[in-house]
């Protein structure tokens, strides 16, 4: 199968709202009147960010998803992408797995892919996305502000647990490793919750590389400091209520796991009931895990607001 | 040398145009009151698209060039890209002559990196550019009509004529070797024509993949056909005016050879005067190589008009 070919019979639908569907130069689009685009790229490589034996439904799904992620973390809808894969074979069998799952998630948030490209090479999968915002309505990381709430969506720490037991360090039983598993192939995107945090939030990020790691990146833009509540944080990891593990297990999990596509976000204690109300608008479960403070720096504080022993390396594509 | 630092340090420079500079989930951008946001996207794969050898000041000047390209062929003003980036290790030296090699070209063309993504992995680069076009006025694929002409800008061939002297199946005078090696590493995307042309041209394409192969798509998306003058094509391998080739070689190097990065497009005859002023208003040379055809099809022509015997295998990345 020719590389035409290939795009004609897996990534070719209607244009909807795209002004030219897949193959022509360029892709249109038009974002509304008032709005902004939000754009966001990912690449994944084997290896890095997925095993060669991954469900390619699932792979399909997490390569849009963790873009979605992005624009979640902006408050962003969703509106369009574009698919850059290289491919070391033509695999039909993959690549119809690889668009269900694509087009699946794609088709709940309304988003459309619009251009793309195609090559023989190691197998990466590049998409970038599209979004849309009202004009100066985006969530920044710059926000936060001394004395904000520090708040996390979902459940933190069983992705990195299901790639854990895939790599043999840590042993499962069936149930947990499936729903964990489930958790690292195929995470949710929070975008109905990052809408409705529009105006709401001070600050957000999309947790993908751990909490404490991203959770930095936010204090350097907004120029402050936090303290996260590391006991709060440790029962968000939803396998600890099937199976006991050791708490620095537990605490390096939740804390620097990395692969949560989660959302971090910061909101004045004064907004805690509208925070409340978006969770439950965008159906979407929500944890106060700790605080903003003026001082510099991350601190873990144990259950007696003491300073946790325990060291957290942050997780680093290139470290 | 973390991903961070490799961001800060190679991929981050002052924000302008867009809201937002590299470093949040996502960049925001906002065409102009009446413009749509063109978009493409290309894969870049070692071995595939670039040799290993390849100067990398060079790949960095590539990899944006073809994207502009796409943008050329729409006629679309460039604005801003992202670039994902995936490198088998951290190299400074690598990354700096990449990076001075793609801003340089950025700069050139008012284009802002608005953000990327960096992982370790096979070499492969994907950048997505964005650029913006009066609604309604981009050049499209679907236009051509019968009675067109057919024109071509630049010159043809001679960057597969280096790729071949690079593989070994050809030798070349240095001073040869020099010119078409420029012309396959560092092409010039037609920007300026591509503006030029809007209101003129009634189909456009950029001709990366071989001029036959690609007024192939044109073809098929105006359903038209098309004779093209062999000879006329034949005169625009510059490195003719210094050496001999058979013709047979020459016309398989303009007709199908690839990697010129110029532009294919269709124009109503009364139109000439106009073509010739857009091409003189952006300095770029433009040649008529044939004209669009009720008849579905391609013809290949000679001196006297006759079908020529010679057969140009299409370039597919999967053939």
């Known amino acids: 199968m020719g590389e035409f070919d290939l795009i004609a019979r897996y990534f070719t639908r209607p244009a909807r709202r795209n002004a030219l569907g897949v193959g022509d130069d360029c892709a249109l689009l038009q974002p509304g009147p008032g709005m902004q685009l939000a754009v966001s790229t990912d690449l994944l490589v084997e290896g890095r960010h997925f095993l060669s034996t991954v469900d390619p439904r699932r792979l399909g799904h997490k390569s849009l998803a963790v873009n979605l992620s992005d624009l979640a973390a902006c408050g962003a809808e969703p509106l369009a992408f574009t698919l850059a894969l290289a491919l070391p074979a033509v695999d039909e069998a993959w690549l119809a797995g690889f668009a269900a799952g694509m087009f699946a998630l794609a088709d709940a948030h309304g988003c459309e892919l619009v251009g793309g490209d195609t090559t023989r090479g190691p197998l990466a999968i590049n998409i970038t996305v599209f979004g849309e915002v009202p004009s100066g309505d985006a969530l920044l990381r710059s926000g936060a502000q001394p004395g904000d709430d520090l708040w996390v969506s979902g459940t933190l720490g069983d992705a990195r647990l299901a790639l854990e037991a895939l790599r043999g360090t840590v042993s499962l039983p069936e149930a947990v490793f499936a729903a964990a598993r489930r958790r690292l192939e195929e995470p949710q995107p929070r975008v109905a919750l ?126």
């Open 194 to 319: 990052g809408r409705a945090l529009r105006g709401v939030a001070s600050a957000a990020i999309d947790i993908s590389d751990g909490l404490l790691g991203d959770l930095g990146h936010v204090l350097q833009r907004s120029a402050v400091g936090a303290s996260v509540d590391a006991e709060a944080a440790a029962a968000l990891l939803a396998a600890r209520t099937q199976m006991a593990l050791p708490p620095e297990q537990v605490n390096a999990l939740v804390l620097a796991g990395g692969d949560d596509y989660e959302l971090a976000f910061t909101a004045p204690s004064r907004l805690r009931g509208a925070v409340e109300a978006a969770a439950r608008a965008s159906a979407t479960p929500v944890t106060r895990i700790g605080r903003i403070e003026a001082e510099p720096g991350l601190r873990v504080l144990d259950a007696r607001g003491q300073p946790l022993a325990q060291r957290f390396p942050g997780f680093d594509h290139f470290a």
